[in-house]
């Protein structure tokens, strides 16, 4: 995209994500078409959210710079069938959540569809696979429920087991029952985040979201409450979350705002929330230079209000700016680096090591901004196994 298109991109989601009146001026310039900022948002699985936005807009462009009649459709179906997803997933959810609660189990409902709920229209949000946290001591019962309420011998053979969850498939719909919430964003504090988490994630101390599902006895939509992490939690966990995926390999914006919204929920709810004790927390676990620098995308890119944003700091949060929003506009929904080419895997010697560093170097240097001594030791991790070790492909 072009300078003048980035500014357009960022402005939409403004526009559509904060509810404001767009900046026209933006349009002006000659320096722009529709095509590749719908081509961005689409890859950002963001299309959804900006469509209203990009619809009150195009109307008061001139003819020249309109939409074309197949691309205003091709956003009415993107949009229709993320609503069409998010129906299904809220109604998968209320049904598994029944059959683990018969079965004596006590899940929670992490990200997904517990944080389509903080965007001004719930069914905008794409959302993916249904993430359920039960803990050490339900989880094999939750597991044996979640195969009974499915009830697929082949869902059941073709479903993994991770470290931190167990994962089967019931059609499009994936569920993933977790053991532990997911793995540390710093993997260094491991054992810290899984005792923090363990300290966080009881039923009794959880708070809930409103979700609208249709019943198959009357076929009228109702309301349902579902549990999610409490406030406090909550923040700490999509952070970390949003953290794991860089030092994986690419994080995309939608986490980012998803981040955002609830950060901004929770600020509004002193009772629920102390910013004092999420500094605390962020420290404990290795991430409050990384929510300090990542702070600097939500308050220039997304127009978080900076006075609000816990921890600022003007000279970490510039360290956000161009590379990092570079490679997050080259990416997709999940970051540049999970679409990047894997082919170094299949070069053997001398040649295979080469291509093997750049792609290493390429992986760890969004975590050098963020945690220098952390990319050191990742880099050096990755350079011993798949280097070094003829043969050995990680």
């Known amino acids: 995209m072009t300078p003048t298109e980035q500014n357009i991109f960022f402005s939409l989601l403004r526009t559509s994500i904060w509810q404001r009146h767009p900046d026209l001026t933006l349009f002006d310039s000659p320096d722009w078409s529709w095509s590749p900022i719908c081509k961005a948002l689409e890859s950002h699985a963001l299309l959804a959210i900006a469509a209203d936005s990009i619809m009150t807009i195009n109307d008061q462009l001139p003819l020249d710079k309109q939409l074309n009649p197949m691309q205003s459709m091709a956003i009415f179906q993107y949009s229709a069938s993320i609503a069409q997803t998010h129906y299904e997933l809220n109604n998968a959810i209320r049904k598994s959540f029944a059959a683990l609660n018969n079965a004596g189990c006590h899940p929670i409902l992490l990200k997904g569809q517990g944080l389509a709920t903080l965007y001004p229209q719930r069914n905008t949000r794409s959302c993916g696979d249904i993430d359920i946290y039960v803990g050490l001591e339900e989880y094999d019962k939750s597991c044996e429920a979640i195969r009974k309420f499915i ?3 082949e869902a059941e053979a073709s479903a993994e087991e ?3 969850h167990y994962e089967i498939h019931d059609g499009k719909i994936a569920y993933e029952i977790h053991r532990y919430p997911s793995v540390a964003g710093n993997q260094k504090y491991q054992d810290k985040y899984y005792k923090l988490s363990a300290d966080y994630l009881h039923f009794s101390e ?3 979201v409103k979700i609208e599902s249709t019943t198959s006895k009357s076929g009228k939509t109702e309301v349902f409450t ?4 409490s406030l406090q939690y909550n923040v700490l966990y999509v952070f970390n979350h949003l953290c794991q995926h860089i ?5 995309g914006l939608k986490q980012l705002i998803d981040w955002m919204l609830l950060l901004n929920h ?6 629920k929330f102390d910013v004092q004790l999420l500094r605390s927390d962020l420290k404990a676990i290795g991430l409050f230079r990384a929510w300090r620098i990542l702070g600097g995308i939500l308050v220039y890119q997304f127009g978080f209000p900076k006075d609000f944003f816990p921890f600022w700091k003007e000279s970490l949060a510039q360290k956000s700016q161009g590379y990092y929003i570079d490679e997050l506009l080259g990416g997709s929904s999940f970051g540049s680096m999970s679409g990047k080419d894997n082919s170094y895997k299949q070069h053997k010697s001398i040649q295979r090591k080469v291509a093997a560093f750049k792609h290493y170097y390429y992986l760890c240097r969004p975590i050098s901004i963020i945690s220098p001594r952390f990319a050191l030791e ?3 991790f990755y350079c011993k196994e798949a280097i070094l070790r003829p043969g050995r492909n990680k």
């Open 226 to 229: 579902i549990p999610v992490p």
């Open 151 to 153: 009830n697929n011998p």
């Open 378 to 380: 990742r880099f050096s």
């Open 266 to 271: 929770a600020l509004r709810q002193p009772s």
């Open 162 to 164: 991770e470290a931190h």
């Open 206 to 208: 959880c708070d809930s």
């Open 247 to 251: 030092w994986e390999g690419g994080v």
